[in-house]
């Protein structure tokens, strides 16, 4: 069974920084983009950062320069760093894998929230 499983979500106060992860069950195959996602409440859900296997890494323009994306490939998971955050980045944070021919992965979600 494919499984992301996200943590490191929590309460931090404006300014302070959390990193997530997303480790996965090791049976995802010709993964063509790994990344992040997030949606607060009412909003739709948006991206927020993704690598491309083998080529690029996109931000969204909201969290360029605050966020970095990594990958462990030994270990099998995906961080999400994320400093300098704002309480408009308060959302639930996805881990978000897609393969070559487009079948998307997702995660449970892991809350973030910041207090201002």
């Known amino acids: 069974q494919v499984q992301l499983v996200e943590s490191g979500g929590g309460l931090v106060q404006a300014g302070g920084s959390l990193r997530l992860s997303c480790a996965d069950s090791?049976?995802?195959?010709?993964?063509?983009?790994m990344g992040w996602h997030r949606q607060a409440p009412g909003k739709q859900r948006e991206f927020v950062a993704r690598?491309?296997?083998?080529?690029?890494?996109n931000y969204a323009d909201s969290v360029k320069g605050r966020f970095a994306i990594s990958r462990d490939n030994d270990k099998r998971t995906l961080y999400l760093q994320m400093n300098s955050l704002k309480p408009e980045d308060t959302a639930v944070y996805y881990c978000?894998?897609?393969?070559?021919?487009?079948?998307?992965?997702w995660g449970q979600g892991t809350q973030v929230t910041v207090s201002s």
């Open positions: 978000n894998y897609v393969t070559t021919w487009g079948q998307p992965y």
């Open positions: 690598i491309i296997v083998g080529g690029a890494i």
């Open positions: 090791g049976n995802i195959f010709s993964i063509n983009s």
